[in-house]
């Protein structure tokens, strides 16, 4: 373990539920070490917090290994921190000087209303899912998995969408709160596929429709990219958006069939 010891005044939001206003406390807290991760800081913190008999500090975590998307923390104003490509859990002290004053705050994004404190609901990406994140399979033993040749750059850009966690960074990095990266990264990833294509234009309409229902419009800032802890590229919005226009071209023409 390094012998170097910070001491760091925290700023963190603090919120009783979605119909309080809120408010910054601060907090100072010493001796973390440059191999806490930034949510074992914030675990220090509680332990310190509930043996003065005050209230912990509520945040989302789960994993703690990057993967599973439910750590959502703006620290100084970034989503996920200074690090490129790294969740809030896998952001570590060092990346902080002793003596930093670090701001602390949930997603901002009014469709992530704030449940307390850190934590806030995002159920609304499940109801994008839930409109089209699906495929047609038939029922039976699995395949073997060479049965269905896929190029290699179809393959490799369908996993590159698939790494989306659905952490939220998008949204909350975006000026506009859209949802454009989370969506067309679920859109494509499935629509890349061979066996997504049975639903691919209605998937598509759904999907995009859905997120309209909730979620801002995007108008290109990139924001969403430089959050993105998977670093996943705007160009899966390019293809959601193609896709989209096609389905509203093969809709019309189904409908005047009728």
């Known amino acids: 373990m390094s012998g170097t010891l910070k001491n760091l005044t925290l700023k963190i939001w603090r919120q009783s539920g979605p119909a309080d206003s809120g408010r910054f406390d601060t907090h100072v807290i010493d001796e973390?070490?440059?191999e806490a991760s930034f949510l074992e800081m914030l675990d220090i913190l509680n332990e310190r917090l509930v043996e003065s008999g005050e209230e912990a500090v509520v945040f989302d975590h789960d994993c703690r290994e990057g993967i599973c998307g439910t750590c959502s923390l703006m620290i100084n104003g970034q989503a996920h921190g200074?690090?490129?490509a790294t969740a809030t859990c896998q952001l570590h002290m060092r990346k902080f000087s002793s003596g930093d004053t670090i701001v602390i705050e949930p997603w901002r994004a009014s469709a992530f209303p704030i449940v307390r404190d850190l934590m806030v609901d995002?159920?609304?990406f499940d109801r994008i899912v839930e409109s089209g994140g699906f495929i047609t399979a038939a029922t039976g033993g699995a395949p073997d998995a060479n049965l269905t040749p896929i190029p290699k750059p179809v393959a490799d850009a369908a996993m590159d969408?698939?790494?989306c966690i659905g952490c939220g960074a998008c949204v909350a990095a975006c000026p506009n709160g859209a949802a454009n990266l989370f969506t067309g990264a679920k859109v494509s990833h499935l629509n890349l596929l061979p066996q997504?294509?049975?639903e691919r234009?209605?998937?598509v309409e759904n999907m995009v429709e859905t997120m309209d229902e909730h979620f801002g419009s995007c108008?290109?800032?990139g924001e969403c990219e430089a959050a993105c802890p998977k670093e996943i590229s705007i160009d899966v919005i390019a293809l959601m958006n193609s896709d989209y226009r096609k389905a509203k071209t093969i809709n019309?023409?189904?409908l005047s069939r009728v």
């Open 196 to 198: 997504g294509q049975a």
């Open 252 to 254: 019309r023409k189904s």
């Open 161 to 163: 969408a698939a790494q």
């Open 201 to 203: 234009y209605q998937r």
């Open 32 to 34: 973390i070490t440059d």
């Open 122 to 124: 995002r159920s609304s």
């Open 219 to 221: 108008t290109n800032h």
């Open 82 to 84: 200074p690090e490129r």
